[in-house]
């Protein structure tokens, strides 16, 4: 084939006008904006940034007076991060919010194609019922309310119970994926024992051999917190990793896999004076601190937190955890995106 070089002929106008005149069709020339869509590596828009519960639960509380779980249908402060103005995404794929229930309330059964879970940040003696399963949530405790599963919660304490729900919504937007649909009656019936996942499946090692859960999440829906902190504490040194202290995964008791198909949740204990070694992953996530007084470096910048405090960790930001107490451990609990990452074979991790 020959080759032809038009160089000599052609004017830099004639390519503008060219240009400028390709949108007409809805094409652009790719050669312009190859570096721009094919980065060498990710560069999230989302931006790292801490949430402080001394600042939201006053906000939180105020919203209590104002608005009923009736009206509300969820009691959400949702935490915006400053990098994604106008979505609905604490990073790029996951959600984050701080949601209140009250005595006596009840937020009304749903069902939705996000995965949804929740970490209990403060009371005792609320609920959330599970497709028929109703499971107590006190302090510390992870209950998850996966995929098209029906939904309510409801609380029979004597004061406000809050709670972190961590959601898929960016990445099911993104998607296109998602759907949702009020319960036809007023409530769900209880059709199952209570915590009736925790008694099949929640005692380490041992599962019901006559019948086997076979979804896309785990079948235990509730991880107490006396287990999980018990877990993280009891993990030899020899067990740890540099890059998160010891750190424990809540995983599907099946496979072993992650208790929801988009979202991988953890709990990490971090020694007294313990500091971990920097890395960055391709892979966001969303941070709670439960326990202790710690800060996390993010690109060489610190972010301080307390119990209650929330912050997001963009994807493939430089990042450490440092427990700041010489008496104290600090715990952290956290969920990412790692399964979706994973499963296209996205994610990449480096040390520094
Ligand atoms: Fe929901
Ligand atoms: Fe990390």
Known sequence: MATTTHSHAVQPQ?????????????????????R??????????AKP??????????????????????EAERRVLMLLNPGLEGRIAT????????????????????????????FIMEGEGAYTVVDGEKMTMSFGDFVLTPNWTWHDHGSEASGPVVWLDGLDIPLATLLEGIFFEPYPDEAQAHTKPLNNSVAEYGKSGLLPTWQRFTGAHSPLLKYAWKDAREAVASLSSAAESPCDGAILEYVNPI??????????S?????????????HRHSVSAIYLAVEGHGRTLIEDKAYDWSPGDVFALPTWCWHAHENLSATEDAVLFSFNDAPVMKAFNWSREQTR
């Open 91 to 118: 990073t790029h794929t996951l959600y984050g919010g701080l949601q209140l229930i009250l005595p006596g309330e009840v937020a009304a059964t749903h069902r939705h194609t996000p995965n949804a879970l929740r």
């Open 14 to 34: 004639q390519v503008e006008q060219y240009l400028s005149g390709l949108s007409q069709y809805n094409v652009g020339p790719l050669w312009k904006f190859l």
């Open 255 to 264: 496979n072993g896999g992650p208790s929801l198909a988009t979202m991988a």
């Open 49 to 70: 940034f801490l949430w402080r519960w001394h600042e939201l639960r006053p906000q939180l509380l105020r919203a209590g007076e104002l608005v009923s779980a009736a």
């Open 266 to 278: 953890f709990l990490q204990k971090l020694k007294p004076g313990q500091k971990t070694e920097t």
């Open 36 to 45: 721009q869509a094919l980065t060498p590596e990710p560069r999230s828009q």
